[in-house]
């Protein structure tokens, strides 16, 4: 039995089939226990393995994805940010805009949430299948200007290109060089009705002609980023400031 047992993991291996592999043994047992038919067993097995690969798909989606840190949508509180809706955030968090190709453009100052949401609807999106990649702006253009002579750069800049959405935050915070305003226009114009992407930006887009240095290739940009595109700009105070914490004040330190 034991002889058979191994046969079949090896099968397995060589099938690519590892969670098989992995718990078969269980599997089987379990089988016995519980009296199932051959239908009820093969069932099991198949959608196990099928189960183990939608899980480890997702976790590579969400690890070549490229997040700085994690943030839930859950724990967004729209009671502290007004100018978001409960029902505008449940429709976003939806991910249809994803599915027409919509963009989204998160503006206002520092702390009021751009970054969590940015990341929270993405991480969703990596979740339910959607291929998603993270930048920041800075982190685009070097990507960009360097993806002739850098291999890492050129795989993040094709993962860009695959992905169905792409998170650009922090756009407008520095000033950048006409050159790497052309190649970021290009890259707009390649992904116009290709993928969704969302911007964060602390500047208003009358400010846009300032950092990316050109009024005719600004025109050009925000044409093809707001022909279908939500804007919502957050405001309020900084959530950061206003849950401000303090190592000294925290219980249990005084
Ligand atoms: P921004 O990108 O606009 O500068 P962030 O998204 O980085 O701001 O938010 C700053 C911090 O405050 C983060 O830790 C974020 O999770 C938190 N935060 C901001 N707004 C909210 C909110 N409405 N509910 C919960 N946490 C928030
Ligand atoms: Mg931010």
New binding site residues.
């Given amino acids: 039995m034991m002889n058979k047992i191994e046969a079949i993991k090896q099968a397995a291996g060589t099938l690519g089939l590892s969670n098989i592999k992995a718990n078969i043994d269980i599997m089987l047992k379990q089988a016995e226990e519980k009296n199932l038919t051959y239908t009820e067993f093969t069932d099991n097995v198949l959608e196990s393995e099928l189960l183990y690969r939608r899980d480890r798909a997702r976790d590579k989606r969400i690890k070549e994805a490229g997040f700085p840190y994690r ?1 839930r949508l859950e ?7 007004k100018s ?1 809706s409960e029902k505008q955030l449940k429709q976003l968090s939806e991910l249809k805009w994803i599915e027409q190709m919509y963009n989204l453009i ?1 503006f ?12 929270g609807l993405a991480y969703k999106a990596a979740e339910e299948g959607y291929k998603v990649s993270f930048t920041t702006m800075t982190t685009l253009i070097h990507t960009l200007r360097t993806a002739d002579i850098s291999r890492r750069s050129k795989v993040k800049l094709n993962r860009i290109y695959n992905s169905n959405l792409i998170v650009i ?2 756009v407008g915070y520095l000033p950048i060089e006409r050159t790497d305003a052309n190649l970021f226009f290009q890259l707009i114009t390649d992904l116009y009705e290709q993928a969704s992407i969302i911007i ?1 930006s ?1 500047k208003g887009f009358e400010e846009w002609t300032e950092f990316l240095g050109d009024a005719a290739l600004t025109t050009a940009v925000l044409d093809r980023l707001t022909y279908r595109c939500d804007m919502i700009t ?1 405001d309020g105070k ?3 400031l206003e ?1 401000r914490k303090s190592f000294l004040k925290q219980e249990g330190n005084q």
Avoid: A
Avoid at 108 to 119: A, D, F, M, Q, W
């Fill in positions: 943030k724990d967004f509180d729209v009671s502290f940010q978001l998160f206002g100052p520092p702390g009021v949430g751009k970054t969590h949401l940015s990341i935050d922090e964060t602390n957050l900084s959530y950061r849950n």
